[in-house]
């Protein structure tokens, strides 16, 4: 019932600003694999609801937080996103693995693809990167025109 009610919100607020809900993301560039955001959110939503982990989505959003990175074993570059639905998910990018996303502030558009973690916020989104050993599907993050995994 959530997941319905936040696909018609974010539904009525693409029909009342103009918008199509299968436009490729400003500044993700035309190559970007992520589905309308409609759809997108909606995964996002039913993870949410369902207290997933372990759930390889894809997503695009606005950055509106930066975060320090973790420095607790592997270095992560961490940022929240907000979903055109309104729900936040903290993104956890190993810095260590895959090349630091440049240049990202406040109010910019990303694309990402990665593991879904539920937590109480949100959720939260790892394996950002390409896995070294090839034993993980890849993920990525899309920013700027550029692909960081």
Same mark, same amino acid.
Request: one cysteine or more; proline letters at 2%; aromatic letters at 6%.
């Given at each position: 019932? !959530?997941?319905?009610?936040?696909?018609?919100?974010?539904? !009525?607020?693409?029909?009342?600003?103009?918008?199509?809900?299968?436009?490729?993301?400003?500044?993700?560039?035309?190559?970007?694999?992520?589905?309308?955001?409609?759809?997108?959110?909606?995964?996002?939503?039913?993870?949410?609801?369902?207290?997933?982990?372990?759930?390889?989505?894809?997503?695009?959003?606005?950055?509106?937080?930066?975060?320090?990175?973790?420095?607790?074993?592997?270095?992560?570059?961490?940022?929240?996103?907000?979903?055109?639905?309104?729900?936040?998910?903290?993104?956890?990018?190993?810095?260590?693995?895959?090349?630091?996303?440049?240049?990202?502030?406040?109010?910019?558009?990303?694309?990402?693809?990665?593991?879904?973690?539920?937590?109480?916020?949100?959720?939260?989104?790892?394996?950002?990167?390409?896995?070294?050993?090839?034993?993980?599907?890849?993920?990525?993050?899309?920013?700027?025109?550029?692909?960081?995994?």
């Amino acid at each position: 019932m !959530l997941a319905v009610a936040i696909v018609a919100v974010c539904l !009525l607020g693409a029909a009342q600003s103009g918008c199509s809900a299968t436009t490729t993301p400003t500044g993700v560039g035309s190559d970007s694999q992520v589905k309308s955001a409609a759809e997108a959110d909606d995964r996002f939503a039913r993870a949410f609801a369902e207290r997933a982990v372990d759930r390889e989505l894809e997503g695009v959003g606005t950055v509106s937080k930066l975060l320090t990175d973790d420095t607790d074993g592997a270095e992560h570059q961490r940022f929240i996103v907000r979903l055109d639905s309104g729900q936040t998910v903290l993104v956890t990018h190993n810095v260590d693995v895959a090349p630091r996303v440049r240049g990202l502030g406040v109010g910019d558009t990303v694309a990402f693809k990665g593991e879904y973690v539920w937590n109480a916020q949100g959720g939260l989104m790892h394996w950002t990167h390409h896995d070294p050993s090839g034993s993980h599907i890849a993920g990525w993050i899309k920013h700027d025109g550029r692909t960081y995994q």
